[in-house]
């Protein structure tokens, strides 16, 4: 593969990372009830944070918390893995 072909192929996985993390930002925030619904097929009462804590065993207290360092430490793969190469190979198409 050429530097051409990895930048773009770097610069798509940063696209696609980027929209997922704001989806699951997005649907955690507003927990709509479109949600609620899909998980009520595999759980009788639909709420999600009660499934979360029932499958991970952690208090429905902490589940919050669990949900904002999930997606912390996911933003902080992007960064590391897809924003800073991309930035590295296009600096280095300039040289």
């Known amino acids: 593969m050429t530097r051409k072909e990895i930048t773009a192929f770097v610069g798509w996985c940063c696209v696609l990372n980027v929209t997922l993390l704001l989806i699951s930002s997005v649907a955690l925030l507003f927990e709509p009830s479109w949600i609620r ?3 009520a097929l595999a759980y009788t009462t639909g709420d999600m944070r009660a499934l979360h804590s029932e499958l991970l065993h952690i208090d429905q207290k902490e589940i919050g918390m ?3 360092n999930v997606l912390t430490q996911y933003k902080l ?4 893995f897809n924003i800073v190469p991309y930035c590295a190979l296009k600096l280095m198409r300039r040289t």
Do not use: K
């Not at 793969?77 to 590391?80: A, D, E, K, S, Y």
């Open 77 to 80: 793969l992007i960064v590391v």
């Open 66 to 68: 669990f949900y904002v």
């Open 37 to 39: 619904s899909v998980f």
